[in-house]
DNA sequence: GACTCAGATTGATATAAATCAATAGATCAA
DNA sequence: TTGATCTATTGATTTATATCAATCTGAGTC
């Protein structure tokens, strides 16, 4: 049972910028905006699930989500906190047209659904646009052989340091307050939960962070920042 | 010092297929092969260095090639075998124009560089080529997805299980002979070099596999699967 | 044929981290 | 207020895997 609400108008009103978007004349934002719908989410709704057929360009236009991949024995890999701006286009566009994760509501969540046909359009019609895609793309490449080095060759320390200064970038603060439940932390770095748990109880006994039920905050960023470089 | 030999003739000769290519028309091929050089490596040879500048886009015409990037400590981490018909676009294309993995020859190994002008110009005034390079990039991504599973989720007897598998399709057949060393073997599984050792030895002990030196051949390649499938 | 050197193999040991089990909070409904 | 339920936390134990150290093998060299 889901409880999304589907609102078609408002358009010319929205002023989220997303990465990529700049290269998109007048004519072709228009049919973007004919082909989409804004659609809000409640915290812990699903948006895509792993396994179904792709059909939409997703951008978050308010809230967070995570992207996360399902593992083995029912486990998940959380692969990023997607927040205002950012928009996903499935790897299975152009290949299999089937999505090859999930995306699942932090917070309540407004969004804007692109057509893929609307998409493909542009991407076709402007090669600026095609490059921004693939510059995306290039980039999410790279972020996937940071994440393969910090699976390879970190210990538990490296990786939970890495996810809390992660998380610092994507709340832009220093001292935030996540959504993400101790089980996604885990998730986000590869660790078990009691070991997440262990690894932040030793950081705040250090003074590296202090932390308080979802409250994080970084006291020493530098000591932070080592330890996930060394590992 | 390198022994490479450039060889510009014999272009209208070249039977080997890259997939993606057949997107593009004559004219545009004809640019390609104007740009293009043919540069032959010796075994052991790098091609591409991480954290050089890219400047080209390469192509395997003959022989295997390892794609692989630096972690920490010293220690790499093999991505890709690579083989005939294969191509690499660098993900610092459009970024930051580096190079951010390593390629080197597992055997003699006879490649084509594209200039990355070339190949701009075809992605810009081609759109069923852009598609394919951003199919292609897709392809890699999902990948590395399954690549993070195995590395978060599976212990090692199933990465190594998966690492033979994944050769066997290399090399396209159940037995092979391969370039790569133990280590190699290891940074392709993430394990250390005695325990790849130790797992092949238990995989042979067992009749699952016969390995003699760089021989290796697939005996029960459903129990391998199901090793490399349950983790 | 002895010598060297790099890679491969084996065994013993240390350690990181998962798992299991129990308890503690927190949130919600009745 | 009392259960009920879910998440978070803590402690004890087991297990997987890296590391260290030693030996072996084979290809090349003099």
Redesign the interface.
Same mark, same amino acid.
């Given at each position: 049972m889901t409880n999304s609400i589907i609102d078609i108008t408002g358009c010319e009103k929205c002023h989220v910028k997303f990465s990529g978007f700049d290269a998109l004349n007048e004519s072709e934002l228009y049919n973007f905006k004919q082909s989409h719908c804004k659609v809000v989410y409640q915290q812990g709704e699903t948006i895509i699930k792993e396994g179904t057929r792709c059909a939409n360009i997703i951008c978050i236009k308010k809230g967070y989500a995570k992207l996360f #991949?399902k &593992?083995?024995?029912n %486990?998940n #890999?959380v #692969?990023k906190v997607l927040k205002e701006g950012d928009f996903i286009v499935s790897?299975?566009?152009?290949?299999d047209n089937l999505n090859?994760?999930s995306v699942s509501a932090l917070t309540n969540l407004s969004t804007c659904m692109i057509s893929i046909e609307a998409f493909t359009r542009a991407?076709?019609?402007n090669?600026r646009f095609?490059?921004?895609?693939? %510059?995306l793309? =290039?980039? /999410?490449?790279?972020e996937?052989?940071n994440?393969? /080095?910090n699976?390879? =060759? %970190?210990k538990m320390t490296g990786r939970v340091a890495s996810t809390i200064i992660y998380l610092s970038q994507i709340y832009n603060s220093k001292g935030f307050h996540t959504t993400l439940s101790r089980q996604d932390l885990a998730d986000l770095s590869?660790v078990s939960k009691e070991s997440l748990i262990r690894v932040l109880k030793d950081f705040k006994e250090n003074g590296i962070i202090t932390i308080a039920g979802n409250h994080i905050k970084i006291n020493s960023f530098a000591t932070l920042s080592n330890i996930s470089r /060394? &590992?």
């Open positions: #991949i &593992g083995l024995e %486990k #890999i #692969i790897p299975g566009l152009f290949t090859h994760f991407f076709r019609n090669n095609a490059e921004n895609v693939l %510059k793309n =290039h980039e /999410i490449t790279n996937l052989y994440q393969l /080095i699976l390879s =060759h %970190k590869s /060394i &590992g």
